[in-house]
């Protein structure tokens, strides 16, 4: 059966710090593996990491994938209260099939 | 430029009671889904659809019930809500192999 773990479950850090999150993940047939940030409402896209694309940044987010260990991290650098949130792992086998994993919850303090 | 609308944002229910909550895209996307939140539990599939007419059962189909008359539109239906349908519902779309949209949630409390 097709999983993602994500680690650790929560997180509390203070403004400034750099936090690593991280996403293992056993699937039969990988296409896709997509970060999504969730506040208080939806989840919004953050990126997709692809065997054709295994590292994207975004401001102070960054994201790789080692496709030989099975795992992504999402790094933030110099967090802000506002990356407070939960930080969701979703694996896609290039169909309709979504595998998602249960989140890390970040909470930045000021 | 609406993407997924989801509509009620709240809602209370008694035991027993029914109801629907919708679901909209504009972005011409085939696939369409239900997802409920729990606390500690992640976003678990409730009911999909790959394209008009066509549905499936997800991780936790039971209690609830889908069509899918147009592209456009994905209503999951609550038969007689029980306090364990207590969750946040979320519905997503897509094109195969890309990246979810998702609506803005709707938070129901069944009493």
């Known amino acids: 059966e097709d999983k993602v773990v994500q680690s650790p479950l929560s997180l509390v850090v203070h403004e400034g710090d750099t936090v690593t999150l991280n996403c293992s993940y056993e699937?039969?047939?990988?296409?896709?593996l997509l970060w999504y940030k969730q506040e208080k409402k939806a989840p919004t896209f953050l990126f997709m990491l692809?065997?054709?694309?295994i590292e994207k940044k975004s401001g102070r987010l960054s994201s790789i994938l080692d496709k030989k260990e099975l795992f992504s991290i999402l790094n933030i650098t110099a967090t802000q209260t506002g990356d407070s949130a939960i930080y969701l792992c979703?694996?896609?086998?290039?169909?309709?099939?979504?595998?998602f994993g249960t989140g890390t919850r970040l909470k930045v303090l000021a | 430029n609406a993407g997924v609308t989801q509509t009620p944002k709240f809602q209370v229910l008694k035991t027993g009671q029914s109801m629907t909550l919708q679901c909209a895209q504009d972005?011409?996307?085939?696939?369409m889904s239900w997802y409920r939140q729990d606390p500690g539990m992640g976003l678990r599939l409730i009911h999909y659809?790959?394209?008009?007419?066509?549905?499936d059962q997800g991780e936790v189909p039971n209690g609830y019930n889908v069509s899918r008359s147009t592209t456009e539109d994905f209503p999951l239906r609550l038969l007689s809500a029980a306090p364990s349908q207590t969750s946040v519902y979320f519905c997503?779309?897509?094109?195969?192999?890309?990246?979810?949209?998702f609506g803005s949630g709707t938070q129901l409390s069944v009493l």
């Open positions: 692809t065997s054709s694309g």
């Open positions: 659809s790959v394209g008009a007419g066509i549905t």
């Open positions: 972005m011409n996307h085939e696939y």
């Open positions: 979703v694996h896609n086998s290039g169909t309709y099939k979504y595998i």
């Open positions: 997503a779309s897509g094109g195969v192999g890309e990246k979810l949209f």
């Open positions: 699937v039969t047939n990988f296409r896709s």
